[in-house]
């Protein structure tokens, strides 16, 4: 903070995940993986993939909103100011997003073919 | 459709969508090595010698060592584990665990980078060396102080680092166990009651706001636990003011006033009778003594000995006391030796000493060094930038930011720095160590 420069988010995010990063590698590389599997298979379901994928990511949303305070140690009752409740659908939109994006690969493979 | 019938993401062709996805991959993993703040090369032969390798030290290194090609750069400290301290208070708080707070310095330190593992015992700045305690000579072109200071437990009298989590006492400030003794300590004051006893030394301390954080935090676990009733909370000001920034001043008093926390103005603590669980405090009407339950002591914080007894310790004026590091509180240089630096706790400069100051000191410093190299004027200036997240309550917080001049410089202007909410407290309990670590690696 104090004059932050702009691009200093990114590594703050960066540092937050870095305890986790062989795993968050692991899964990016396993996405990349199922990706091609359903690239090569043909006719993927992608239609059909994202819409399950939108479903975990809201549902994903949902349960970081409430859990998100209590996993700062904090009750729902610490929310006190608009920005508190804006800063937590943020935090609990951008979870779902991630988690949404990260699970399309394996969605995407489960569904199977539009032929098959 | 794609140009081959697959439904692999609309309009992009089998080959054009694998080759994009390993471009994204690539991309999030390497995004942030792609802006780096510290950068442009400067080719040099010059020997820099960075004393300490705490938060001020490591992040120069870090910077220091991407900024100059073909420099010599040495690290010079015993301390082999590294302590994220602002985390202390969440320990004392009953927040966090210890060993959340501990790192190895190695994992810190950058490549190319020596790291004498000793501590300095003489500081030469007529003779641009340093003597280590293991009687180690070490030359340098550009010094730069980072040894932070010391905490004068035995300023206190019948006061010592040992008594901390025995006989009521506790600190936050002396490291992860004893913020954990404290936590013991002040979780036995909840169960039994009586009179808490708070406060801060006069002189420069780091985290200012720590002191006011253990007692708003001691009265959060009081209420938490019905238990508020039973016991009495007084905070000894050092002078006539809570908290050195006005508006933060108003606003912690305020606080205090509507939980019930008596402040007691220029109360300095001089002396502890630990067995019969007495503290004594210097005031304008002489000694008052006060039986306690618990007592939360801050020291009094000084340089380390090597920097007040060497020719880079003020020599007049309200810094020289201590023999705080005689830097220009804007330019970060040496006021007499244009060759070294100073960041951190140890620098003699009106505020700054929070590891949000080193942060915006950093590039500060590195700039300055870098263009001092060059072989001109030092143009990067610190504008006194001082940052605490004052914890009010398990779960709430207000991130106090200010500068030289006592404004308040809010970073997140969607933020009032004066109320308690969540968010602050989320960023103190989830992204400040992210953030500090990023500081260390010399990337923000
Ligand atoms: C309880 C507590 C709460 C805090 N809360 C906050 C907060 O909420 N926000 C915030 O921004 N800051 C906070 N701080 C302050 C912050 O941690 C310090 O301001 C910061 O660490 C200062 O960095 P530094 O490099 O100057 O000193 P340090 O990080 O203390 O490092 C100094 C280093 O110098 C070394 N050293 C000492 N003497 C010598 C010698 N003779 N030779 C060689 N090496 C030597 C030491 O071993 C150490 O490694 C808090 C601090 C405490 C204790």
């Keep these: ?116 | 459709m794609a140009d081959n019938g697959y439904e692999t993401g609309r309009g992009l062709s089998r080959r054009r969508f694998l080759k994009l996805a390993g471009v994204a991959a690539m991309g999030a993993a390497g995004a942030p090595w792609l802006i780096d703040p510290a950068r442009a090369q400067v080719r040099t032969s010059a020997r820099v010698v960075i004393a300490g390798a705490g938060a001020g030290g490591l992040a120069m290194a870090s910077r220091l060592s991407r900024l100059l090609d073909g420099a010599r750069i040495t690290i010079v400290d015993s301390r082999e584990i590294h302590w994220y301290q602002p985390g202390f208070t969440l320990i004392a708080g009953g927040v966090w665990a210890p060993d959340r707070v501990t790192t190895p310095n190695s994992a810190f330190m950058p490549g190319g980078v020596e790291w004498i593992k000793a501590d300095i015992a003489e500081f030469d700045p007529d003779g641009n060396r340093v003597v280590t305690d293991q009687g180690q000579t070490v030359r340098y072109d550009y010094l730069v102080v980072a040894t932070g200071l010391e905490l004068d437990y035995g300023d206190i009298e019948g006061m010592e680092r040992s008594l901390i989590g025995q006989h009521g006492i506790g600190s936050v400030y002396a490291g992860p166990q004893h913020a954990a003794a404290t936590w013991a300590t002040m979780q036995a004051f909840v169960e039994g009651g009586g009179l808490g006893i708070f406060g801060r030394p006069p002189g420069g301390i780091k985290c200012a706001g720590a002191p006011l954080k253990m007692t708003l935090l001691t009265d959060y676990h009081l209420r938490e636990a019905g238990r508020r009733g039973r016991a009495e909370l007084i905070y000894a000001a050092h002078n006539d003011a809570l908290f050195g920034v006005a508006p933060v001043n108003e606003r912690v008093t305020e606080m205090f006033g509507s939980r019930g926390i008596e402040p007691q103005y220029s109360h300095v603590l001089k002396a502890v009778d630990p067995g019969r669980r007495t503290a004594t405090f210097d005031t304008p009407d002489g000694d008052a003594t006060l039986d306690y339950d618990f007592l939360h002591v801050v020291p009094p914080m000084s340089p380390p000995d090597p920097v007040t007894n060497s020719a880079l310790a003020w020599q007049e004026g309200p810094f020289s006391d201590k023999g705080w590091l005689e830097v220009d509180q804007y330019t970060m240089r040496h006021r007499r030796y244009p060759n070294v630096f100073g960041i951190g706790d140890v620098n003699g400069i009106p505020k700054g000493k929070t590891a949000a100051s080193v942060k915006a000191q950093a590039p500060v410093v590195a700039g300055n060094l870098v263009r001092v190299i060059e072989d001109r004027e030092p143009t990067h200036r610190y504008n006194g930038y001082t940052s605490c997240p004052l914890v009010t309550a398990v779960g709430q917080a207000m991130l106090v930011e200010f500068d030289y001049e006592g404004n308040l410089i809010p970073s997140f202007p969607f933020l009032d720095p004066l109320e308690p909410s969540w968010v602050p407290w989320m960023m103190e309990e989830l992204m400040l160590r992210p953030a500090y670590d990023a500081v260390l690696r010399g990337r923000i």
């Design chain 1, 1 to 116: 903070m104090g004059n932050m420069p702009i691009y200093a988010p990114l590594f703050v995010i960066f540092e937050m995940f870095r305890p986790v990063l062989p795993w968050l590698v692991a899964v990016v590389v396993i996405d990349a993986l199922l990706l091609a599997v359903a690239a090569l298979r043909g006719a993927p379901r992608g239609r059909r993939a994202t819409g399950v994928s939108i479903v975990i990511g809201i549902v994903v949303a949902v349960i970081a909103a409430l859990r998100l305070p209590a996993f700062t140690h904090a009750g729902l009752g610490d929310l006190v100011t608009v920005m508190d409740f804006v800063m937590l659908a943020l935090a609990a939109l951008g979870t779902g997003v991630a988690v949404g994006i990260l699970a399309f690969p394996l969605v995407l493979v489960l569904s199977g073919t539009r032929r098959g």
